[in-house]
């Protein structure tokens, strides 16, 4: 009985017991830099995109598929922001209201997420093929529309959204935050949450009792799209630029992030402030190594053995408890 | 029913992948067909430009200036995109040869990745010049290149970086991906500058592989360390841009210089509002104006320089706005 608690709180806490242990290494080799006030600031934006990605790809694994489309989305949302956040002296016509560039952001992404879930839910084509497609055609579609060169000068106020503060806590910082509370909430409290989590445990047995299978994929396609568009839309206002490259191998990055904080690959699993110590772990990493002025291609191979490691641990986890 | 829908998606994507390979071609020219305007000696040659992508305003101003010039002399110019990756470029050279490109411009994805498709290229007869970044063997089997001096860009920058600080100073790099082509003759240019002045010290360099997020994210861990730097210098605009961006967040504009190079639009604009301090152009339209008049010539059985550089140029304050296209 006590081996089983052991195994469990294993699972469920090893990854956040690395993640101390790798904050702890980090601030005593590097003298107390990474440990900064103002270093802790830089890795909370660091995590804001990869963390709002990685809860929408949760949702996505969580209920048995993947969504490799999102990376490619962030460059397009970015972009089709971008164009519409001209300031009024530019004359292309005079400035959209505020609220216009964020709304084709997360249409943009909604309508991408619509795509991948209807083709799933109704064409009943595998999710890594689909959004392999889509992948490839959104960011055709984002090299397109944009004409293959960024999209710059934009509104102050653009600029504001990913790069504002209140009172020193970035306003990325309040946005991840948020993110996380609302899918951390509907995951758990909500029935539709909990019919995520059947789907992806068994869906054979989640359709027979009742749960109408399709409509939750595309739910999820759409929820995953929606965020990624957000998230494009803060890349963009965080580098005052609507690149059609942006974005390149994000969704590599959040699956990563999902699959360290111990979201099972198989669907059924997975916990929210799993994913959050998994973003933050990636964000750690990369900021560490940064300031320890380690190579980045070392940094590269440091991170696959992390997410090798994070994944050998869900597996054993999961056949201990069978 | 499942499995044929499967199929047909992917029999659909596979179709559709090799018409956008093909086909990026002749979408993209967009030129002069043969008109019977200029000289009589003048035949409408079909000339191929093959790039190494087509995804940054440096590239496609190359493809332009290209195609502006190519209108101008009657001949037709078709872009091909190599999506960075050496394997397709050497078979959109094959391709070309195979399709009767009376000679075919090349920007090389890698050096000696492109040398047995230049190599088949001779045999066939069909020449080939080298734009933008040189290739392998280049005497041997090029018959020209025409481009930008990245050495000399890369010298002439550091030159005024370390005139502006007045010879002393902490510096941070920003590199292209490394081993690339831009990425190590622009460093000769900078290690020659540096060596010559000792007590201008570089305490950060990394690559930002021309991606503007990934140097807003390496400069804001730099600057985080609370080492002083008093100037950032990017192999890249893209990436002087994204190091601007980090070096405002953290409201230090009056205190770091940033530098990059290309020339492209946003940078111009960010000279000419007082944030970038500097760049430099190496004539992007020109380098590809360059490569399809020495191919022209070529053709017309002129004999060509081997080597042709455009002019790298210091933009700042004082003359961009010779610059910007607005």
Same mark, same amino acid.
């Given at each position: 009985m006590k081996k089983q608690h052991r195994v469990s709180f294993l699972k469920d806490f090893g990854i956040l017991i690395v993640f101390l242990v790798l904050v702890i290494a980090l601030s005593i080799i590097s003298g107390g830099t990474f440990s900064s006030a103002r270093n802790a600031i830089n890795i909370l934006k660091q995590t804001a995109v990869n963390g709002i990605l990685a809860m929408g790809m949760a949702f996505v694994i969580i209920s048995g598929g993947i969504d490799l489309s999102v990376g490619s989305t962030v460059g397009l949302s970015g972009v089709v922001a971008c164009m519409f956040a001209h300031p009024a002296a530019s004359g292309a016509g005079g400035q959209y209201p505020f609220i216009v560039p964020i709304l084709m952001a997360l249409l943009i992404g909604a309508a991408v997420g619509l795509f991948n879930g209807g083709l799933i839910a109704y064409g009943g084509i595998p999710p890594f093929i689909v959004t392999l497609g889509s992948m490839t055609i959104v960011r055709g579609l984002a090299l397109i529309v944009s004409g293959g060169s960024p999209i710059y000068d934009v509104t102050s106020g653009f600029e504001a959204i990913a790069s504002g503060k209140l009172k020193s806590i970035p306003y990325l910082a309040f946005y991840l935050i948020i993110v996380v509370l609302i899918c951390a909430i509907v995951l758990n409290k909500f029935t539709f949450g909990r019919r995520v989590y059947a789907l992806g445990g068994n869906e054979v047995a989640a359709s027979v009792s009742g749960i109408n299978v399709k409509r939750i994929r595309v739910l999820v396609y759409t929820i995953s799209g929606v965020l990624a568009g957000f998230a494009g839309l803060l890349v963009a206002s965080r580098t005052i630029t609507g690149s059609?490259?942006?974005?390149?191998?994000y969704e590599m990055d959040a699956i990563a992030a999902t699959v360290i904080g111990g979201v099972s690959m198989s669907g059924g699993s997975g916990k929210w402030y799993g994913i959050v110590i998994g973003s933050l772990m990636l964000a750690v990493i990369s900021n560490g190594l940064d300031i320890l002025r380690v190579n980045s291609n070392y940094q590269l191979v440091i991170k696959g053995f992390i997410i090798i490691f994070a994944v050998l641990m869900d597996i054993k986890g999961k056949a201990k408890k069978t | 029913m499942k499995k044929k829908i499967l199929a047909a998606v992917l029999a659909a994507m596979m179709v559709f992948s090799l018409a956008a390979c093909g086909s990026s071609g002749a979408s993209a020219s967009g030129s002069a067909s043969g008109s019977a305007s200029g000289s009589a000696s003048q035949t409408s040659y079909k000339i191929a430009l093959c790039m190494s992508?087509?995804?940054?305003a440096f590239t496609i101003a190359v493809a332009q200036g290209a195609k502006d010039k190519a209108a101008e002399l009657g001949v037709t110019v078709d872009v091909f995109d190599g999506k960075q990756d050496q394997a397709t470029q050497a078979s959109q050279i094959e391709q070309c040869i195979n399709s009767g490109y009376a000679g075919i411009l090349v920007e090389p994805v890698s050096v000696d990745g492109i040398v047995p498709a230049v190599k088949e290229a001779n045999e066939a007869g069909v020449p080939v010049i080298t734009v933008v970044q040189k290739m392998s063997g280049q005497d041997q089997y090029a018959k020209a290149y025409c481009g930008g001096n990245d050495e000399a860009a890369g010298e002439t920058q550091m030159q005024h970086v370390v005139d502006l600080l007045g010879g002393k100073g902490n510096i941070a790099i920003l590199y292209g991906p490394m081993g690339s082509d831009g990425e190590l003759i622009c460093k000769q240019g900078y290690d020659k500058i540096l060596a010559a002045n000792?007590? #201008?010290? #570089?305490v950060f360099d990394e690559t930002a592989n021309w991606v503007t997020e990934e140097a807003l994210s390496l400069v804001e861990n730099w600057l985080s360390t609370g080492m002083e730097i008093n100037a950032i210098v990017a192999q890249n605009d893209g990436m002087a841009m994204g190091a601007l961006k980090a070096v405002e967040d953290a409201g230090l504009q009056d205190k770091i210089m940033v530098f990059g190079v290309d020339a492209v639009d946003d940078a111009l604009q960010a000279i000419a509002d007082g944030r970038l301090t500097g760049t430099i152009s190496q004539d992007a339209s020109g380098q590809g104006a360059l490569g399809v008049q020495t191919m022209v010539n070529l053709l017309n059985g002129q004999t060509v320089d081997p080597v042709t550089y455009t002019e790298c140029v210091w933009i700042n304050k004082d003359n961009v706005n010779d610059y910007l296209s607005k």
């Open positions: 059609p490259t942006a974005g390149q191998s | 992508h087509q995804t940054n000792p007590d #201008v010290k #570089v």
